[in-house]
């Protein structure tokens, strides 16, 4: 059982302790913070991790339909060209749509 010092009055206690014997300084709540804190980063990372993954699958997309168009006759590059120009239309709204859910799973 390690000590560790009172953040409120510097008295030695047990890091298992609700609370300071000594000055009463609530133990339970520091904790209780950090894991809240651990936990928004874990949901940041994994949200950061989600952006990535969505940023690499568009990336990806846009790669095969350039190769494919590289090959392809015109008609496929128009295609190509309409499906780019509607990606940008709809990012800005994934991305919003994302940052909502982002907000409201908090
Ligand atoms: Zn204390």
Redesign the pocket.
Known sequence: MALIQ?P??G?MISENADS?P??G?SLKSVREREERLREEKRKHDRAMMHLLEFGLLLFALILFFLFASSHATEKTVLNFLTFVSSMWAILPIVIIVGIIILIFKK
């Open positions: 009172c409120d009055c008295n300071c000594k000055c300084y």
